[in-house]
């Protein structure tokens, strides 16, 4: 029995654990750019501050749900869960409307076409909400529900890792050591499912298609001629 009970204690923590680590590397991503004097943050337009508030926010409420989870206060996590869900459109309805205004004002990194830029963003967006409606619909099956909410985490950390990676030096190949890297992050929710239950559980599998669905059909959306040519169409004269 005690021992269960340190599993059991382990398997929240590890839980937790990934889901602060996950926070605060996509934080210091973008932190680090800044501070590097990539970003002129006076220049940032209001909705852009808007958007990476709303996303601070979510991630803050996603580590908070995970400590209630690990202290077992069920009650309050599931009052704040719909609270989780309200950020999480705001990250979406926001996230796109900046990759949108991005691209009509020619604010896109130039190691990107507009086209490009446009899918990574709004195809981007529409895998983070599909995952997170996923996670919702299972939220009366932890197992299920912990596992799809990190992987809307280790979705999120792709624009972080294009503000920490080398990307002008390491293009067209950028984005596919990002995947890379968010696999390897997978493989640790792998490594801990085999700990822990002896196989690879499904939903981890899932969030591994989520992400690998998510860099294919940006790839595909950004070389469809009428996808390039509304993109293009937007970029200023």
Not at 4 to 16: C, E, I, T
Request: charged letters at 10%; aromatic letters at 10%; hydrophobic letters at 60%.
């Amino acid at each position: 029995m005690a021992t269960m009970a340190r599993v059991g204690a382990g398997d929240q923590s590890f839980w937790r654990a990934m889901m602060l680590g996950i926070a605060l590397f996509i934080v210091f991503g973008f932190a680090q750019f800044s501070a590097r004097g990539f970003v002129n943050v006076g220049a940032v337009p209001a909705y852009v501050h808007f958007h990476g508030a709303i996303m601070i926010a979510w991630l803050a409420l996603s580590v908070t749900q995970a400590t209630l989870i690990q202290r077992d206060n069920l009650a309050l996590h599931r009052k704040l869960g719909w609270l989780g869900a309200a950020l999480a459109a705001g990250v979406v309805v926001t996230g796109s409307f900046v990759g949108i205004m991005a691209v009509q004002t020619g604010r896109q990194p130039p190691f990107f076409s507009p086209p490009y830029f446009l899918a990574l963003t709004q195809f981007g967006m529409v895998c983070f909400a599909a995952i997170v409606t996923f996670a919702i619909a299972r939220r009366r099956n932890t197992e299920w529900h912990r596992r799809l909410m990190v992987g809307a985490m280790i979705m999120l950390m792709e624009p972080a890792l294009g503000r920490i990676l080398p990307m002008p030096l390491i293009m067209p190949w950028g984005e596919l050591l990002v995947l890379v890297i968010q696999l390897g992050v997978f493989g640790l929710m792998v490594r801990h499912d085999r700990r822990v239950h002896r196989r690879i559980h499904p939903a981890t599998v899932a969030g591994m298609a989520f992400v690998v669905v998510g860099h294919l059909g940006v790839e595909l959306l950004a070389i469809f001629p009428p996808f390039a040519a509304l993109a293009n169409g937007m970029t200023p004269a």
